[in-house]
């Protein structure tokens, strides 16, 4: 995985600096060309994993997009030691080192990622002579896939609320590899960017993806199903509610994801699937997680000040246990105690067994759930009555009692869609994008409103000062 890394930062960074190709003519054993790379189907497999093991990163979804500083940004941890981890985050405090800190690395890793997969979707089409036709359709679609993903992340962080903000100049789209500053779109364009990637890769995808015959587990890639859902996500925040509904079906009606079952969610500690495995349409596949996950972040070891999580009160209030709450799986079984400290087990990696990637119950992170669709499609649903109706799926597989439909209002829906944001993606990065999206103003175990403007991350001083094009 090292290796792949490299090549990609030396693709990249070839076409950025001249002095690189002499550096190239060496070539050092553990360095290839850009040429030799593309010259075959393994070495474009090679560049896609280069872009996974990015994406894998702390820097990106192997932490500060999942469980660390975006869950921090949205409240989810209550941790005040001296020394510990997220406290200017949490206090939302962007002009801290901190903050700083951590956005520019996603930054930074994002586009660094963005330039290995625009390399490996100019070289499908330069070296197309390399690749069958299934191989060109699956390898260009998941890059094209993976562009609108990344795209979408950053611009979710430091781009504006999108009904405000749709004309104003958010992010680059980068669609080549060279030195030049690009003028960053409007929001609405990166939004139309990120769809048409999207759209190719579909069409692209649908005759190719084993996924689609149930041949191959492909949660680990950016597959047929994970490009609806983005599709789904991307359109419910931009407002396309009829489009997001339509995408979101595609992949509830496929049958492919299946709830986690009782026995699986309750099982002995060694067994227990507690990232529902089943249900994740793409995942990210982070090898060494425990290093951070458990050692730093969540277990207690004596430190609960130090640690992510929150008192009982708080998981209580969470997960409404007063309310019928009380029978839910993801309170149960996931909030989890150490020393007599609640902690989020999440991602507590306990799975005994060695089985192929795409199966194990451990070291992944969740990138699209399920359940997502299912949250989509009842924000999107003609009326209250059916939008309860899809959420009730979600309730009844989490073990929860189901909403009376028959009088359910718009605002009552949209309230229930809310906590069930909050239940379901705590630790995983997606509810501060959800607040965001709708405009929330506090958010949970917030004791005082926010200013909107806080839900825009700065661009980082490097970008600005390289790009004059902001202003």
């Given at each position: 995985?090292?290796?792949?890394l490299?090549?990609?930062?030396?693709l990249?960074a070839?076409?950025?600096?001249?002095?690189?190709?002499?550096?190239?003519d060496v070539?050092p054993?553990?360095?290839?060309s850009e040429?030799q790379l593309f010259?075959?189907?393994?070495?474009?497999?090679q560049?896609?994993t280069?872009?996974?093991?990015?994406?894998?990163?702390?820097a990106?979804y192997g932490?500060n997009l999942?469980m660390?500083?975006?869950?921090?940004?949205a409240?989810?941890?209550?941790v005040s030691g001296?020394g510990?981890?997220?406290?200017q985050?949490?206090a939302?405090n962007?002009?801290?080192?901190?903050?700083?800190?951590?956005?520019?690395?996603?930054?930074d890793?994002?586009?660094?990622?963005i330039a290995g997969v625009?390399?490996i979707i100019?070289?499908t089409?330069?070296?197309?002579d390399?690749?069958s036709a299934t191989s060109?359709?699956?390898i260009?679609?998941?890059a094209?896939?993976l562009?609108?993903f990344l795209?979408f992340?950053?611009l979710r962080?430091?781009?504006?609320?999108?009904?405000?903000?749709a004309?104003?100049?958010a992010i680059?789209?980068k669609?080549?590899v060279?030195q030049?500053?690009?003028i960053?779109?409007v929001?609405?364009?990166v939004?139309?960017l990120?769809?048409?990637?999207l759209?190719?890769?579909?069409d692209?995808?649908?005759?190719a993806?084993?996924?689609l015959?149930?041949?191959?587990?492909?949660?680990i890639r950016?597959?047929y199903?994970?490009?609806?859902?983005l599709?789904?996500?991307?359109?419910?925040?931009?407002?396309d509610?009829?489009?997001a509904?339509?995408?979101?079906a595609?992949?509830?009606?496929?049958?492919?994801f299946p709830?986690v079952?009782p026995y699986a969610?309750?099982?002995?500690a060694g067994?227990?699937?507690?990232l529902?495995?089943d249900?994740?349409?793409?995942?990210?596949?982070?090898r060494?997680?425990?290093?951070w996950?458990?050692?730093q972040y969540?277990?207690?070891?004596g430190?609960?000040n130090?640690?992510?999580?929150r008192s009982?009160?708080?998981?209580?209030?969470?997960y409404?246990?007063?309310?019928?709450?009380a029978?839910d799986f993801r309170?149960l079984?996931?909030?989890?105690?150490?020393g007599?400290?609640?902690?989020?087990s999440k991602f507590w990696q306990?799975?005994q067994?060695?089985t192929?990637?795409?199966?194990?119950l451990?070291?992944h992170?969740p990138?699209?759930?399920?359940?997502?669709?299912?949250?989509?499609?009842a924000e999107?649903?003609?009326t209250p009555e059916?939008?309860?109706?899809?959420?009730n799926?979600?309730?009844?597989n989490?073990?929860?009692p189901?909403?009376?439909?028959?009088?359910?209002?718009q605002?009552i829906l949209?309230?229930e869609?809310t906590?069930?944001y909050?239940k379901?993606?705590?630790?995983?990065?997606q509810l501060f994008?959800?607040y965001?999206?709708?405009k929330?103003t506090?958010m949970?175990f917030?004791t005082?409103e926010?200013?909107?403007?806080k839900?825009?991350l700065?661009?980082?001083?490097?970008?600005?000062?390289f790009?004059?094009n902001?202003?």
């Amino acid at each position: 995985m090292k290796k792949s890394l490299t090549i990609i930062i030396c693709l990249v960074a070839s076409l950025v600096f001249s002095s690189c190709k002499k550096f190239l003519d060496v070539k050092p054993k553990s360095v290839i060309s850009e040429d030799q790379l593309f010259a075959s189907e393994i070495g474009f497999q090679q560049a896609l994993t280069g872009v996974y093991s990015q994406l894998a990163s702390r820097a990106l979804y192997g932490d500060n997009l999942s469980m660390g500083f975006v869950s921090a940004l949205a409240q989810n941890y209550a941790v005040s030691g001296a020394g510990a981890p997220f406290v200017q985050t949490r206090a939302l405090n962007f002009a801290s080192a901190e903050v700083i800190g951590y956005t520019n690395n996603i930054w930074d890793t994002a586009y660094a990622a963005i330039a290995g997969v625009n390399k490996i979707i100019a070289s499908t089409e330069k070296r197309k002579d390399v690749l069958s036709a299934t191989s060109y359709a699956l390898i260009r679609g998941e890059a094209l896939a993976l562009r609108a993903f990344l795209h979408f992340e950053v611009l979710r962080m430091f781009g504006p609320e999108y009904t405000t903000g749709a004309a104003m100049k958010a992010i680059p789209y980068k669609t080549t590899v060279d030195q030049y500053a690009k003028i960053p779109s409007v929001t609405s364009e990166v939004v139309t960017l990120a769809l048409a990637d999207l759209s190719e890769a579909a069409d692209l995808m649908k005759d190719a993806d084993p996924v689609l015959t149930g041949s191959q587990n492909r949660r680990i890639r950016m597959n047929y199903f994970a490009v609806k859902a983005l599709e789904a996500r991307i359109r419910i925040y931009a407002g396309d509610k009829q489009g997001a509904f339509q995408a979101a079906a595609v992949v509830v009606n496929s049958g492919k994801f299946p709830f986690v079952t009782p026995y699986a969610a309750s099982s002995a500690a060694g067994y227990r699937d507690r990232l529902y495995i089943d249900e994740e349409i793409f995942c990210i596949r982070v090898r060494d997680i425990k290093n951070w996950a458990e050692r730093q972040y969540f277990r207690f070891n004596g430190s609960a000040n130090q640690k992510l999580t929150r008192s009982a009160g708080n998981f209580s209030t969470l997960y409404e246990t007063a309310a019928g709450g009380a029978t839910d799986f993801r309170f149960l079984y996931r909030i989890e105690q150490d020393g007599g400290v609640p902690f989020p087990s999440k991602f507590w990696q306990t799975y005994q067994f060695n089985t192929l990637d795409s199966n194990r119950l451990d070291q992944h992170v969740p990138a699209i759930r399920l359940s997502e669709m299912y949250y989509i499609m009842a924000e999107a649903a003609v009326t209250p009555e059916e939008g309860a109706g899809y959420l009730n799926i979600v309730r009844k597989n989490r073990a929860l009692p189901e909403l009376q439909t028959g009088t359910i209002t718009q605002q009552i829906l949209e309230k229930e869609i809310t906590k069930e944001y909050q239940k379901e993606f705590y630790a995983e990065g997606q509810l501060f994008f959800y607040y965001k999206r709708k405009k929330i103003t506090k958010m949970l175990f917030m004791t005082a409103e926010i200013p909107l403007s806080k839900y825009v991350l700065p661009i980082p001083e490097s970008e600005l000062e390289f790009n004059p094009n902001y202003n």
